[in-house]
């Protein structure tokens, strides 16, 4: 595959760990502790196939209300995981960084974070973004709020400068496993142009041949960002004839 085929910045939803565990009669848990070897095989592909950017949802802001046993187990999973991958990610020149609200998140998970960031924040070959404790309304919200703090006018261009994914370009591709064919309040205002594809792969599930079937179709997409087919392909328009 042409490498001007490959989206330069994927984000995914990962969704169905609790439903791959329970089709093997295995505590949801466990779903989340294959979707972290799902991530990981992802993210090795992703930089294998030119992505440059790979964001994933990794806990919204709504998955508070999940059972309180489920939540804790996951704020385990998770900072254990981040102790454990972040030589490997450093060793594998991967750029770490989370976005979302940091507020209410305990001082282990907080430091895991932290410190997983500033490890690898020399790494320049494939950014990983990982929103945990993140939705996109909140995004949109503590933007404007910035720019209501600052005093500047709350216009298109402020408020993409004041997101929480100001640091890369918006995602080519939105890919979502599990079956739904939703947002979920993921990257909203970063999404306005970004191509989607559903799968029902459960995100365990989730291997290189699901990502390059997700790229095949990315690049059959035509992108025209309110143009026309005529535009894009340089040829004159009935408005240029005028």
């Given amino acids: ?18 439903r791959w565990a329970n089709k093997r009669y295995l505590p949801r848990i466990a779903g989340h502790r ?16 030119g992505v440059r950017v790979l964001t994933v949802f990794a806990f919204s802001s709504e998955n508070w209300k999940r059972p309180t046993e489920e939540v804790s187990s996951l704020m385990d999973l998770f900072a254990m995981a981040l102790t454990r991958e972040v030589k490997q990610l450093k060793e594998d020149g991967v750029q770490l960084r989370f976005v979302g609200d940091r507020r209410g998140l305990s001082p282990r998970v907080l430091r895991s974070m932290e410190e997983g960031e500033a490890a690898t924040a020399g790494n320049t ?4 973004n990982a ?4 939705g996109g309304r909140w995004d949109i919200a503590q933007a404007a709020q910035k720019l209501a703090d ?5 216009t298109e261009v402020n408020l993409n400068r004041a997101m929480s994914m100001a640091h890369v370009a918006d995602p080519d591709l939105v890919i979502r496993t599990g079956g739904e064919h939703r947002l979920s309040n993921f990257l909203l205002w970063q999404t306005a142009y970004s191509e989607f594809f559903f799968t029902d792969v459960l995100w365990p599930d989730f291997d290189e041949a699901a990502l390059d079937q997700a790229i095949a179709s990315f690049a059959q997409r035509e992108r025209r960002f309110g143009m026309t087919s005529d535009q894009l392909d340089g040829e004159p328009t009935s408005a240029d004839a005028v």
């Fill in 1 to 18: 595959m042409a490498y001007d085929q490959v989206p330069h910045h994927i984000a995914i939803v990962m969704d169905g760990n609790g």
């Fill in 34 to 49: 294959q979707g972290v070897e799902s991530l990981k095989r992802c993210a090795k592909a992703c930089d294998a196939r």
């Fill in 125 to 128: 070959r494939l950014v990983l």
């Fill in 150 to 154: 600052q005093g500047l006018p709350i």
């Fill in 131 to 134: 929103c945990f404790n993140y």
